[in-house]
């Protein structure tokens, strides 16, 4: 299981939560780790919330210090990512890389972002994740909005990540305070 795959470009569908996502994760991030040992990869997103359902895509992040963005990039590419090319789109100075990887038999995708580790952005992320992680009621509520946004037919996924947008700011919002 170490081989980046290409990423298969799917309609958003809501997953429940797989158990078996943490140790790809962790599989992931020591990969990128050895590939820029300057950046720190992390677990983030729906599928690092234990029992959280989403679309079952494994997002991690890969902080990198000041003046190491390109060398983050490179790595990153060398361990077999994609450029993206569907979805909301994200710039080369805040890039996000695709990719996919076999665990267990099952084929799991693969979204990397690119921060600036001192950027106000990681620290959202991570906001968002722990909070989610300690509250339970917040976490239903996550869900019950991701999966109200796919029944209402949002089939791309610039617009189910735009849909759920103003949920997370509310949460990064109210959990800075």
Same mark, same amino acid.
């Given at each position: 299981? &170490?081989?980046?795959?290409?990423? $298969?470009?799917?309609?958003?569908a809501y997953v429940e939560y797989d158990p078996a996502t943490p140790a790809v994760a962790q599989h992931v991030v020591a990969l990128i780790e050895a590939a820029a040992?300057? %950046?720190?990869?992390?677990?983030?997103?729906?599928?690092?919330?234990?029992?959280? $359902?989403?679309?079952?895509?494994?997002?991690?992040?890969? #902080?990198?210090?000041?003046?190491? #963005?390109?060398?983050t990039r490179r790595a990153v590419d060398r361990l077999g990512f994609q450029h993206q090319r569907a979805g909301h789109e994200f710039p080369e100075d805040r890039p996000?890389?695709?990719?996919?990887?076999?665990?267990?038999?099952?084929?799991?995708? #693969?979204?990397?972002?690119?921060?600036?580790?001192?950027?106000?952005?990681?620290?959202?992320?991570?906001?968002?994740?722990?909070? #989610?992680?300690?509250?339970?009621?917040?976490?239903?509520?996550?869900?019950?909005?991701?999966?109200?946004?796919?029944?209402?037919?949002? &089939?791309?996924? %610039?617009?189910?990540?735009? %849909?759920?947008?103003?949920?997370?700011? $509310?949460?990064?919002? &109210?959990?800075? %305070?």
């Amino acid at each position: 299981m &170490s081989q980046i795959l290409p990423y $298969a470009i799917l309609s958003p569908a809501y997953v429940e939560y797989d158990p078996a996502t943490p140790a790809v994760a962790q599989h992931v991030v020591a990969l990128i780790e050895a590939a820029a040992p300057w %950046a720190k990869a992390e677990h983030i997103g729906s599928t690092a919330i234990p029992g959280c $359902a989403g679309k079952g895509i494994v997002d991690l992040v890969a #902080l990198y210090p000041r003046g190491r #963005l390109e060398d983050t990039r490179r790595a990153v590419d060398r361990l077999g990512f994609q450029h993206q090319r569907a979805g909301h789109e994200f710039p080369e100075d805040r890039p996000m890389r695709v990719g996919a990887i076999e665990y267990r038999g099952q084929i799991y995708r #693969l979204h990397v972002h690119i921060v600036a580790a001192d950027s106000a952005e990681a620290k959202a992320l991570y906001r968002f994740r722990d909070v #989610l992680r300690i509250d339970g009621q917040l976490r239903d509520a996550y869900q019950a909005k991701k999966r109200a946004i796919l029944e209402s037919g949002t &089939s791309d996924p %610039a617009g189910y990540t735009h %849909a759920k947008g103003e949920f997370i700011n $509310a949460v990064i919002g &109210s959990s800075a %305070a």
